[in-house]
C-alpha cells in the first residue's frame, strides 16, 4: 500500500491534494497533520484511508509528537512514499505582507519562519525513519515563486520571501544530505501557482491580472508533477507546469 504524508491537509491546497490522491488509488493511505484534525472534512470512504496528528509547525516540539504518534500508527518498515509539505502562512493575527521597511515586526518574522521554512526541516528530521526503505521517495516542499532570490524583481513581502526562500535552501540541503541514506529519493521546492485559498483571499484584487487555479486544479497540477519526478530531479525548485524556476 502506498503511503503518504501531507503537512497542511486542512489548507486548500493540502485538502485538494488529499481529495485527489485517495480518489485515484484505492491502495494509498494517508497521514495528514494540521493544527485542529475537527476541521477535516473527509467523505466517509476516505476518512477511513486517513489519520490525521495535530501538529503545530510553531512549536519546537511538535515535530517529534508526530514522529511519535507516526511510529503508533504505521510500522517504520511499511515507510512513507511521499511526503508532500503545504503548510504555510502569509498573513494572520499580527502578521500582514510588508510594503516597505518600516512595517518589518520581529515576531511576525520568527512565525512565518518557523510555519514556513523551520516546520519543514524538523518534520523531515522526526519522519526520516520512515524513508530507509529502498522504494523511490518523493519528497514535495510547497515553496511559492516569490521565494526565488533571482526572480525578485518587486520587493515587499520581507518575512514571506524570506522565509522561502529559506525554505527552497533546506530543501537543496536535503538534496544533497538525504540520497546518502534514503537513496533513490527525489527532495524538491514546487511553486504551486497563485490558487484561491484563505492564503491568497485578501489579494483577489491584485490576483485579477494573474492566472488563478481552483485547489483542485493545483492538486492536479502539483500530483501530475509529482509523479513525473525522478532522481535526476532531486534539489530542483520547479513550477505546476514543471518548468525550472530559479533559485
Ligand atoms: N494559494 C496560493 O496562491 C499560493 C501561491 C504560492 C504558494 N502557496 C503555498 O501553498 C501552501 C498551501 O497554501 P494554501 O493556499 O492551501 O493556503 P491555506 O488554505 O491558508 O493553507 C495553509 C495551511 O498551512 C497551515 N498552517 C498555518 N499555520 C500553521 C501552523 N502554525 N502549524 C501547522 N500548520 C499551519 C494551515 O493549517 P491550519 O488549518 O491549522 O491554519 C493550512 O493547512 C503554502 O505553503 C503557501 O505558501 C500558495
Redesign the pocket.
Known amino acids: 500500500m502506498k503511503q503518504v504524508l501531507i503537512?497542511?491537509?486542512?489548507?486548500?491546497?493540502?485538502h485538494a491534494l488529499a481529495t485527489k490522491l485517495l480518489q485515484s488509488d484505492a491502495e494509498l493511505s494517508i497521514v495528514g497533520?494540521?493544527?485542529?484534525p475537527s476541521?477535516v472534512s473527509l467523505s466517509g470512504e476516505q476518512a477511513g484511508r486517513v489519520s490525521l496528528i495535530s501538529?503545530?509547525?510553531?512549536d519546537s516540539d511538535s515535530a517529534k509528537a508526530v514522529g511519535e504518534r507516526l511510529a503508533a500508527l504505521l510500522p517504520v518498515a511499511s515507510g512513507l512514499d511521499m511526503v508532500i509539505?503545504?503548510?504555510?502562512?502569509?498573513h494572520?493575527p499580527g502578521m500582514t505582507p510588508e510594503k516597505r521597511l518600516e512595517d518589518l515586526d520581529a515576531q511576525a518574522f520568527a512565525h512565518a519562519f518557523?510555519?514556513?521554512a523551520t516546520?519543514f526541516a524538523m518534520l523531515v528530521q522526526a519522519i526520516s525513519p520512515w524513508l530507509r526503505h529502498r522504494r523511490f521517495k518523493r519528497i514535495l516542499a510547497?515553496?511559492?515563486?516569490?521565494g526565488s532570490i533571482t526572480d525578485n524583481g518587486f520587493g515587499g513581502w520581507y518575512a514571506?520571501r524570506s522565509s522561502?526562500a529559506a525554505l527552497n535552501m533546506l530543501v537543496r540541503n536535503l538534496s544533497i544530505e538525504l540520497p546518502r541514506k534514503y537513496r533513490p529519493v527525489a527532495c524538491v521546492a514546487v511553486?504551486?501557482?497563485?490558487?484561491?485559498?484563505?492564503?491568497?483571499k485578501p489579494f483577489t484584487r491584485s490576483l485579477a491580472q494573474l492566472q488563478v487555479h481552483s485547489?483542485e486544479e493545483t492538486a492536479g497540477n502539483i500530483l501530475r508533477l509529482a509523479e513525473g519526478l525522478h532522481e535526476d530531479d532531486n534539489g530542483t525548485f520547479l513550477g505546476w507546469d514543471g518548468s525550472v524556476i530559479p533559485w
Open positions: 503537512a497542511g491537509i486542512s489548507g486548500a491546497i493540502g497533520l494540521c493544527r485542529d476541521t501538529w503545530d509547525a510553531a509539505y503545504a503548510a504555510g502562512i502569509l494572520g518557523a510555519v514556513n516546520g510547497v515553496s511559492a515563486r516569490v514571506y522561502k511553486h504551486p501557482g497563485t490558487t484561491l485559498s484563505p492564503l491568497s485547489p
